[in-house]
């Protein structure tokens, strides 16, 4: 993977880099001829939960991206303003960044495309709703992803066991989700504020989208070769759900979605994000060596 200067994409969104939500070019390359794909602890089961993440983020960050946009024109407050800008300028890198992963997944045969339609099926369901409940789904969702992202910054064993190429990009997406966490959240209230849709999103989300996200993620490991290997199974859903698991740890923090007094930045990430600033980027929002893939640099 390699990665240009964040500047020039900050330049042309001066909104969001004005408020701490700036939309970063990246465009990471997964180096050619790699047949990486069990990235989060070589295990099959918990490598095609991620290869799931990534084929329902492009139709879903699209979701969350219209779902704000519907009502940008009612926001007349100027900051508010320029986070949206962000953070529709962040979620569509994201969606770009997560196809080319995507392609890379497809190319060496893991059958990406079964997520990214289950998720469309499932939106579906919701777009049929009001606009205003759809920006509360929108607002659960990225509450589970700004709970997801902060594990992908802080699990060790994540870090530790996964392909370090990969990582890369998803550190990249997990800090902005921080960074643009209460953006959406933000709309809601200043055009619906509806306590009841947001005590509806949680279930709503769960019943469109859930099914299809256990089904397709049991079709990638049906399909891959190691399907009949139990003991490899039942360490990766312990590794996902086990106690201090990737998702487990996540899944408690869910209900306090529907506390009356909600809100996205009660949970303080400020710090870790900067920490992640730091790690991951120069003075100039270039991505430090660190995180360079010098294979695609010399070879750009
Ligand atoms: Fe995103
Ligand atoms: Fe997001």
Redesign the pocket.
Known sequence: MTARSTSPSVSRRPGGASVGIPPRQMEFRIPQGSARHAFFNQNVLASSLFVVFSGI?PPG?RFFMESVRRYRDEITDPVLKAKISGFMG??AL?GREHERLNEFFAARGIDVAVPERMIRIGLGLLEKLPASQQLACTTFMEHF?AFLAEQWLTDENFKSTSDPEMLKLWYW?AL??LEHKSVAYDVFVQVSNSRAERVLAGPLVVAALLPGIAASWAWLVVRDDERLNVREHASGLRKLFGRGGFISSILPRMPEFVRPDFHPDQHDTRTLEQQWRDRLFGAEGELLDEFRNRESLSAA
């Open positions: 983020f960050e962040q979620e994201h992803t997406h902005e989700e």
